[in-house]
């Protein structure tokens, strides 16, 4: 093999790819990894030796190994074994050191506080809160020194109340909260001995807090914040899921716009629904104010007539009393059972089949208007010629009237006889005698 064979194969095999969020990681622990760092030795068959990594370095086993491997080459080797312990039975007996006295809890619940409870105050100091909390002491007497728990708990509640003040501090950068904001809320976090602390520890908070943004102190998780560095942070956590961008095509935006073709007749149609209850409404009001000043009007005209000598006359009533109107009869149609068909029927009662017109019917029909049409052109010639003298050379003249004597004869037709076949064409002159043509003797006109 070629040194251009050997970089391309050990390329290939060790080569770097970038790292993505889409794609999993392995974790691979340090004791998992093998130990290659010879070159040469990468192309090496590895044997699995069947047991932990911590173990393989055993004088024994790695003899054995060696001796394995040389003889799968071919090679000459030593035979070696690997040492083992003899079984040998334990004197110590188990039922002795653990004897069987199990009673039955009354309850399988022993704890029931949860993590945070336990785990103590969830801020932790670093380098930098080390070294001012040894120079605020060094201020102070033995008594008066502030304790590293005392000053985690005080850096806690200012954390704790600009969390809850300011919970988008990250994403907006307001100004840092004053100690006149954070005092009212020293008494629920905070003891009589660490609140003394309080006011020296804010200026230490406050110069942090700047130096980190207005940012949380509190080591927490990093979430997205819409950048482009979120894709190679790994230590971004709770990605966005990737929705899939639905295809737009001239089918689906057809179908949208008849949606909302269809949503705004609807509500159109429930606009002109509520005008036209509106107007009801007002219509109705406005029959009960006609109909209160008509009720006045009869008690007036009441009062009026009582004074009258005649009170009453025929036809009062009519004015008095609000006639009811009749109401109009409907035209109930009998329903047929459902499957069978009605035939459609004329106002009349008769059934659309009487409608029809035969072809004899109508040819005469035809022929009666054509008739009428020739005596009305007949009779508005001679209307025409009334008070006139036709002097033309070809006068219009009414056709004869047909009698029973008549000037002509009637024709007779008669046919030649079919000539003989021995007679041929080329004895009956140029053109020859047509045989199949029809001759007729006409009659001599007298």
């Excluded at 304790?147 to 919970?167: D, G, R």
Aim: net charge negative.
């Amino acid at each position: 093999m070629t040194r251009a064979q050997t970089a391309a194969l050990g390329s290939q095999r060790f080569r770097q790819r970038k790292l993505s969020t889409k794609s999993g990681l392995a974790i691979v622990r340090e004791e998992d990894l093998e130990a290659i760092d010879d070159e040469a030795q990468r192309n090496v068959p590895h044997v699995e030796s069947g047991v932990e990594k911590v173990e393989e370095k055993e004088h024994h086993l790695q003899a054995a190994l060696s001796a394995s491997q040389a003889a799968a080459i071919g090679g000459k080797s030593a035979t070696f074994y690997i040492p083992t312990p003899d079984a040998v039975q334990s004197q110590i007996e188990y039922e002795k050191l653990y004897p069987l006295k199990y009673s039955q809890p009354t309850s399988y619940l022993r704890f029931s506080s949860t993590v945070e409870d336990c785990v103590g105050c969830p801020y932790d100091m670093d380098e930098e809160d080390d070294a001012f909390l040894k120079s605020m002491n060094k201020k102070r007497n033995a008594s008066t020194q502030c304790s590293e728990l005392q000053f985690e708990e005080v850096m806690n509640c200012f954390e704790e109340t600009a969390q809850a003040k300011q919970p988008f501090a990250a994403v907006d950068s307001p100004p840092v909260l004053s100690y006149d904001e954070i005092e009212s809320s020293i008494d629920d976090y905070l003891d009589d001995h660490a609140r003394q602390f309080a006011k020296d520890i804010y200026e230490h908070w406050k110069a942090r807090r700047l130096e980190a943004a207005n940012k949380q102190l509190i080591t927490g998780l990093k979430f997205e914040t819409g950048a482009d560095t979120d894709d190679a942070d790994p230590y971004v956590c709770f990605r966005r899921r990737e929705v899939r961008q639905i295809r737009k095509t001239r089918g689906r935006d057809a179908h949208s716009a008849e949606k909302l073709k269809k949503l705004r007749k609807e509500l159109e149609e429930a606009r002109e629904l509520f005008a036209m209850i509106k107007q009801r409404e007002i219509w109705k009001k406005e029959q009960l104010a006609v109909d209160k000043t008509l009720f006045d009007q009869r008690d007036n005209l009441i009062s009026v007539k009582q004074n009258l000598p005649d009170q009453y006359k025929e036809g009062d009533e009519d004015l008095l009393i609000t006639q009811k109107q009749k109401k109009k009869a409907l035209d109930i149609t009998q329903r047929l059972p459902s499957g069978q068909l009605q035939l459609p029927r004329r106002s009349d009662g008769r059934s659309a089949e009487a409608d029809l017109l035969l072809l004899s019917d109508w040819l005469a029909e035809r022929e009666r208007e054509m008739s009428l049409a020739i005596e009305q052109r007949i009779k508005q010639h001679q209307q025409w010629n009334e008070g006139y003298v036709d002097l033309t050379k070809a006068p219009l003249t009414p056709p004869l009237e047909t009698g029973t004597g008549s000037t002509f004869r009637t024709a007779t037709t008669e046919y030649l006889p079919t000539p003989p076949a021995s007679i041929s064409s080329e004895h009956s002159g140029d053109g020859g005698i047509d045989f199949g043509t029809i001759w007729e003797r006409r009659p001599a006109m007298d």
